[in-house]
């Protein structure tokens, strides 16, 4: 099913950028210079507009809308 597999595709996308998202907030936290803070919440920003404009698409309601219908499990 095309639909499964994409969806599949979509939550290691999400998986994938919520990691990056951990250790760049990470290293924020532990020994960032100072210097660098300013690109760093660049990168933070970017990172978590990605994540939610996947998590919001109309690719991924789409998909859930047509998972969620019982007989397109048959």
């Known amino acids: 099913m095309q639909q499964l597999k994409r969806l599949k595709e979509i939550e290691e996308e999400l998986s ?19 210097k660098a803070a300013k690109q760093r919440a660049e990168h ?12 919001v698409s109309e690719e991924l309601k789409n998909i859930i ?3 969620s219908e019982e007989k397109n499990f048959s």
């Open 16 to 34: 994938i950028l919520g990691g990056v998202r951990s250790v760049l907030h990470w290293d924020s936290n532990t020994d960032l210079p100072r």
């Open 44 to 55: 933070m920003s970017y990172l978590t507009s990605l994540y939610h404009r996947k998590i």
């Open 65 to 67: 809308n047509f998972l």
